[in-house]
């Protein structure tokens, strides 16, 4: 079984970047497409960024696009998500999720997996 763990959260000021890790304690999601979602207080968990199984396919939120880049390290099991140019709109608790098939998937019901979440908050 799948066993994601979201590290890199904080509290940082707008304008500036933060790095989110998810590792893959059990090193079995190398073959599925993974993403990050976030859910802010009050409101409905929405997709932020996905890559397909070998990092060729990436999509992203119109809300990060150009902001936020997702990436990941197979040898390491591993996905990140770089954020710059943050806004407090950002503020969020973000989810790392393994999806159910290899390619990129926008929606959580094409993610089987999922972590705890990590905080993060933009100060404006």
């Known amino acids: 079984q799948v066993q994601l763990r979201e590290s890199g959260g904080g509290q940082v000021e707008a304008g500036t970047s933060l790095t989110l890790s998810c590792a893959d304690s059990?090193?079995?999601?190398?073959?599925?497409?993974m993403g990050w979602f976030r859910q802010a207080p009050g409101k409905e968990r929405e997709f932020v960024a996905g890559i397909s199984w070998n990092g060729g396919d990436t999509r992203y939120a119109d809300s990060v696009k150009g902001r936020f880049t997702i990436s990941r390290d197979r040898s390491k099991n591993t996905v990140s998500l770089q954020m710059d140019s943050l806004k407090p709109e950002d503020t969020a608790v973000y989810f790392c999720?393994?999806?159910?098939?290899?390619?990129?998937?926008?929606?959580?019901?094409?993610?089987?997996?999922w972590g705890q979440g990590t905080q993060v908050t933009v100060s404006p």
């Open positions: 999720a393994a999806a159910l098939r290899a390619s990129v998937s926008s929606t959580s019901s094409g993610y089987r997996y």
């Open positions: 059990k090193r079995t999601s190398s073959n599925n497409g």
